[in-house]
């Protein structure tokens, strides 16, 4: 059956540091693959998507790449402010429509 | 995008009780979802609401538990019955995007406590 894997947190930076995300996935086809972040108190907001192997899916500068061959969807952002504090979960597109959540991976941006 | 809200935004039970919480989209979605997120924890499906028919709940949810309807494209409600603590989660609703037809967009979610 389908899953999602994503590195355990909490995951604490300082302000301006890099940060990844792994996501790993098992699937049957190819699905979409999504980031979603949760800010404290908060639903869930899409972060980025890609459809297809070798998609890059960007936003607020996170970026994501579709890895066919590892079957991966690590995210990654360049320089994090603490403003990037909240839950990020990964999640696959499954057969009609549904999502498949990785576990989710809170990280925490001190100044 | 579409928008969407959820009333109430949270809501404090007695064991026993039952809540309905209320999906609203501002736009017209293919499919409506609802979510369980336990503390602490991911988001589990708990089934998809079919317009005008029986929701399709998936293993380990019943309808008798969490009763769903859909009546119109845009109106979705979830009830949560004869509550006990055990449900205490935030519950979200989902709609999958007619235009962009693999995404799905969130409510701000219901946070239940049942005492």
């Known amino acids: 059956g389908n899953s999602v894997t994503q590195m355990e947190g909490p995951v604490t930076l300082s302000e301006e540091a890099f940060l990844t995300i792994n996501c790993t996935y098992t699937?049957?086809?190819?699905?979409?693959l999504f980031w979603y972040v949760q800010y404290p108190g908060e639903g869930l907001q899409l972060l980025l998507k890609a459809t297809k192997a070798d998609d890059k899916g960007s936003n607020k500068g996170f970026e994501a790449t579709y890895r066919k061959e590892t079957t991966s969807f690590h995210l990654e952002k360049g320089s994090v402010q603490v403003s990037d504090s909240a839950v990020y979960f990964c999640?696959?597109?499954?057969?009609?429509?549904?999502?498949?959540f990785g576990a989710g991976t809170q990280v925490v941006v001190t100044p | 995008s579409a928008v969407i809200s959820q009333k109430p935004s949270r809501d404090i039970c007695q064991r026993g009780t039952s809540l309905t919480i209320q999906c609203q989209v501002d736009s017209q979605v293919t499919m409506m979802f609802w979510y369980r997120q336990q503390p602490g924890q991911s988001l589990t499906l708990i089934a998809t609401?079919?317009?005008?028919?029986?929701?399709?709940?998936e293993s380990g949810f019943v309808i008798d538990k969490f009763p769903i309807s859909r009546p119109n494209l845009t109106f979705s409600t979830l009830t949560v019955s004869n509550m006990s603590p055990e449900d205490s989660s935030i519950y979200l609703c989902?709609?999958?995007?007619?235009?962009?037809?693999?995404?799905?967009?969130f409510g701000p979610g219901t946070r239940l406590t049942v005492l």
């Open positions: 609401a079919n317009q005008g028919s029986e929701a399709t709940y």
């Open positions: 989902s709609g999958r995007s007619l235009s962009s037809t693999d995404t799905q967009y």
């Open positions: 699937a049957t086809g190819y699905p979409s």
């Open positions: 999640a696959l597109g499954t057969s009609w429509g549904k999502l498949q």
